[in-house]
């Protein structure tokens, strides 16, 4: 004997309401075989919907034991409801509950899906059903271009679609005109007579008429159980439905179908919420974007004084006064003096050194005045600081003793006084505040943006602007011999002033501790603009949550309907999760290409700031707005995988 195929024993169902418990089911035991035709027939809210979800596994009774082919339901977990909805159950609605945005082929292949079918298996299975529906020439209309009685065939396609043993119907006729009602019966009593089990709902008597067997319900408790012996005369539609009976188990889960699936609904949602879902991604844009900027422009500056700093290199040391650049009273110490200097250069493992004195001074030409800083140097400081020769002459030891008015500038302070393009520069005398100056070299300047910068013997920035009374300096600069380990030389300079002055009140910088220093203050740069990085993409991605939250609530109605078609928790969590995810990678696109055109744009704009856009920080950027769906779509689309498919489906 073998297992009946539905059996309800004792099922009772309360709905807990605010004002209480409704009792919609009390006591229902019902036992359906095989290949039955039952009707359902009750008045309006008698219990009928209620017991229909119940037997779909759409819905768990409060009390009872509800049998499947012998299998207990009350132990299944969500996900194996599901699994057994989508193997055993067609659903069928009164208002047919099809996809708007999915044509009629795609609605129908939605259970295939989910079960695991392939694409090619599928898309035939499923047109092979609408055409014997007599749908075929409509496959590739959108329910919103279909009648109610076409609607209602392609809802029926679906429920066939996994060869659902029992089909369940739920008032199919009730919004469909006389004929169309019919077809549908037609079409039901037909798939009854190719031996599907047949559950029908409806509080029509004409329709009752149709099954074998009908069931009258009255405020949730089953009044009477008849058996209609006359035979029904089945009007032969032709209905070459898909013969195979039992229905197909896939163990495999194609990831793939699903994900595409899931991919497609997102995009269709986003299309239609054009503007909803270009505001999203604006949002998010601009984080990405100013974030991409941000770090091109921290490395563009990056490199520029990293290359500034190599150009130095590492046999090049600078001696200061004090204890470090922090050292406030460094300004008092006045040990480091010229005669420092002319011994250092004597030393065998010091090719030359210098002084660097920084100041300011005003120049006059053609009655306009002029600011440019000026450095007082010794005759190795451009060979030491590695400073090219444009035109003209460096100074030699000569210009040292004279301390006349023969001064260097640079590139800039030519193009500043003469133009770009003046030739007969060398020569020149210039018109300072108490002095002239007659220029005998051009040099190349060593940063874009400055005025410029004129160069004079250390010995007559003393004589004309410091004083002569001036013997300290505030910065030496020393160039090692090549011959010389830089380590043991700058240990050697280091004592060997130390002797001199008697204690270590100066120090030494190299290449190398200036790069760090340097490296270390981007550091703080670099935490500044992950904070704001973090920052602006948490605004987009609060933004990104509130539409998602905003959609899922939209579109319970789809969640109930995969639900019953035979979707899992997690198509429906994934599904979301990628429309969200998908917002934020456009977003994060979209905002790298904002960044980069804005870096072209900039770089036309000004030579002064140099962008180094890198494809690490475009690629972070970009993972970075996929972590942030993730992060944030996650809440809203496991409140769409936690709805009730019941609920999902009547609140549509
Ligand atoms: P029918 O389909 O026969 O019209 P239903 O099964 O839909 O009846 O409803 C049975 C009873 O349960 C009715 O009294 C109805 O008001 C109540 N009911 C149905 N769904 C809910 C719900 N979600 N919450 C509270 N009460 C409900
Ligand atoms: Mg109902």
């Not at 418990?21 to 035709?37: H, N, P, R, Y």
């Not at 609904?265 to 984080?287: C, D, F, N, P, W």
């Not at 969640?559 to 969200?580: C, K, N």
Request: with cysteine; charged share 20%; hydrophobic share 45%.
């Amino acid at each position: 004997m073998p297992e009946p195929l539905i059996v309800l024993e004792s099922i009772r169902l309360e709905y807990r309401t605010g004002s209480g418990a409704v009792i919609a089911l009390k006591d229902i035991d019902l036992t359906i075989e095989t290949g039955e035709m039952v009707a359902i027939i009750g008045a309006s809210g008698s219990g009928k919907s209620t017991l229909m979800n119940i037997i779909g596994c759409l819905k768990r009774p409060t009390a009872g034991r509800y049998l499947v082919s012998g299998k207990e339901t009350g132990q299944l977990d969500a996900n194996q409801l599901a699994a057994l909805r989508s193997g055993h159950f067609g659903f069928i609605f009164q208002s047919y509950h099809l996809l708007a945005g999915l044509t009629a082929l795609a609605n129908v292949e939605i259970p295939a899906v989910y079960a695991g079918r392939g694409a090619g298996e599928r898309h035939d299975g499923a047109a092979s059903l609408l055409a014997s529906l007599g749908m075929g020439e409509r496959a590739h209309h959108k329910p919103g271009q279909l009648s109610g009685g076409q609607q209602q065939r392609v809802s029926i396609a679906r429920a066939l679609m996994n060869d659902a043993e029992v089909i369940l119907a739920d008032e199919p006729t009730g919004a469909l005109d006389s004929r169309s009602g019919k077809d549908v019966l037609n079409i039901l009593n037909d798939l009854h007579a190719r031996g599907r089990t047949i559950v029908i709902v409806t509080h029509d008597e004409t329709v009752a008429a149709r099954a074998q067997r009908i069931i009258r319900l009255s405020d949730g408790v089953i009044v009477s159980d008849t058996r209609n012996d006359r035979k029904t005369t089945l009007p032969r539609a032709a209905m070459p439905v898909r013969e195979s009976a039992t229905p197909k188990r896939h163990g495999g889960w194609r990831w793939k179908d699903r994900l595409r699936e899931s991919l497609i609904m997102a995009v269709l949602s986003m299309t239609v919420h054009r503007l909803r879902t270009a505001l999203t991604m604006l949002g998010i844009a601009i984080g990405i974007a100013s974030v991409v900027s941000m770090v091109a422009l921290g490395a563009g500056s990056r490199e520029e004084v990293l290359s500034e700093i190599s150009r130095l290199g590492t046999s090049t040391l600078r001696i200061h006064p004090g204890k470090g650049y922090h050292d406030r009273q460094a300004w008092k110490i006045k040990t480091l003096t010229f005669a420092d200097i002319t011994a250092l250069a004597e030393l065998p493992y010091v090719s030359a050194a210098t002084p660097s004195i920084r100041e300011d001074v005003t120049i006059y030409r053609h009655s306009e005045k002029y600011e440019f800083s000026v450095r007082g140097i010794g005759p190795a400081y451009f060979v030491v600081e590695g400073i090219r020769l444009v035109d003209g002459r460096l100074f030699d030891d000569e210009d040292m003793r004279d301390s006349d008015s023969d001064v260097i500038i640079d590139t800039n302070m030519r193009n500043t006084l003469f133009g770009h393009d003046a030739t007969d520069v060398i020569g020149t005398v210039m018109m300072g505040k108490e002095y002239l100056y007659r220029i005998v070299g051009i040099v190349e300047a060593d940063t874009k943006d400055s005025e410029g910068r004129m160069y004079l013997p250390y010995t007559s920035i003393r004589k004309r602007i410091v004083g002569s009374d001036f013997s300290y300096v505030h910065t030496i600069i020393v160039k090692l011999a090549d011959t010389a380990p830089s380590d043991w030389a700058e240990q050697a300079i280091s004592r060997f002033l130390a002797a001199r002055h008697g204690s270590e009140d100066f120090f030494i910088v190299n290449s190398d501790t200036i790069r760090k220093a340097y490296m270390r203050s981007t550091d703080t740069f670099n935490i500044l603009i992950a904070a704001i990085a973090v920052i602006s993409l948490v605004v987009g991605g609060i933004g990104v949550m509130n539409v998602m939250l905003v959609a899922v609530s939209e579109r319970v109605g789809e969640i109930g309907v995969r639900m019953a078609v035979g979707a899992r928790r997690g198509d429906i969590l994934r599904q979301f999760l990628i429309e969200a995810i998908l917002v934020c990678m456009i977003g994060g696109f979209l905002g790298t290409g904002v960044a980069f055109a804005f870096g072209a744009g900039f770089q036309s704009l000004s030579t002064q700031f140099h962008l180094v856009y890198s494809w690490a920080s475009v690629i972070v950027a970009v993972l970075c707005s996929c972590g942030i769906g993730l992060l944030f779509g996650y809440i809203p689309a496991r409140n769409a995988s936690r709805l009730d498919p019941v609920e999902a489906l009547l609140r549509e």
